[in-house]
């Protein structure tokens, strides 16, 4: 009787090989994006980066390059309505006949006054963080879809955040975020709650056509989108973690290869938390030596 694993290569070489891929990563000139980007990158993949500013989408483009061994190149796009997700999908295609991997990382958070929250933090986060990840995928589908068989499936990584499991609000954005009592991210939460939720449907409905779909919830890791926060409150955040330390780029990046390896073939709906077991623990540390108070996040 042979074993079921003697034809299957196991090796690493193998398993977690990505000179073959050709990716799309939206929001990938700073931040998470902009790690996704250089993983790839690093290990000689193709890779195309959308953002709205074309300054730091040609700095990231040369930094990545100059990395090597991959290829980087960038689409100025803005992905806050259905035609700037189509008008992205459009342009990638006149650049390849395939994909192997979309990264939905475009996002934003939005920071205010619980008793004063603005209508428009609602629309413009569920635009982007919601929104713009359905049409992405719809519009991809295709290309998603070239090539890919069971084995070797076409992947969504669409990135979440913590925000979406738990209540604490550790992510700070425009105008408040972790700045003043009663002010918090009320739309953030939500809204990546929905691209788990979201996640899924689509992980459901692709799952026959080869395509995997998977979210990664990232707790704090340094970037735009948490600076102001890190900036005031850096030390506190690090003592609300049971590591004593925040994410840092290989920690995100490492995740995003697995997602993307042979290794990771037959997963799909799946919500990947990724915090250190901050949520998971609550743990909380002491505030400076000696301080018998809790960090508060």
Not at 33 to 60: D, M, P
Not at 115 to 121: G, L, S
Not at 189 to 205: N, Y
Request: aromatic letters at 8%; charged letters at 15%; a positive charge.
């Amino acid at each position: 009787m042979t074993h079921a694993a003697s034809k299957d290569d196991l090796r690493v070489s193998t398993l977690f090989s990505f000179a073959s891929h050709t990716v799309l990563v939206t929001g990938g000139a700073t931040g998470l994006g902009e790690i996704a980007a250089q993983a790839f990158i690093q290990n000689g993949s193709t890779v195309y980066i959308a953002s709205r500013k074309e300054s730091e989408l040609q700095s990231t483009t040369a930094r990545l390059n100059a990395l090597g061994p991959g290829t980087c190149s960038y689409i100025v796009a803005d992905l806050k309505d259905k035609a700037g997700c189509l008008a992205l999908c459009e342009e990638v295609k006149k650049r390849t006949d395939r994909l192997t991997v979309l990264v939905n990382n475009t996002g934003a958070s939005w920071g205010d006054d619980y008793y004063n929250y603005p209508e428009h933090a609602w629309d413009k986060l569920y635009a982007l963080n919601v929104k713009s990840v359905f049409y992405m995928m719809v519009a991809l589908e295709g290309l998603l879809s070239k090539g890919a068989d069971a084995h070797h499936p076409g992947r969504v990584i669409n990135i979440s955040s913590m925000a979406g499991i738990s209540t604490v609000d550790v992510t700070t954005g425009e105008g408040g975020g972790l700045s003043k009592p009663g002010h918090g991210t009320f739309s953030y939460g939500p809204a990546k709650a929905a691209c788990i939720h979201l996640t899924k449907m689509q992980a459901s409905k692709l799952a026959p056509k080869n395509i995997m779909v998977n979210a990664i919830c990232p707790g704090v890791f340094p970037s735009r989108m948490t600076n102001f926060g890190l900036e005031k409150y850096g030390d506190s955040l690090a003592l609300g973690q049971p590591t004593g330390r925040i994410g840092k780029p290989s920690d995100f990046g490492g995740l995003v290869l697995f997602l993307s390896s042979a290794g990771s073939a037959h997963m799909t709906g799946n919500a990947i938390e990724i915090d250190g077991g901050a949520t998971l623990t609550g743990w909380r540390g002491k505030v400076g030596s000696g301080s018998t108070g809790e960090s508060k996040l």
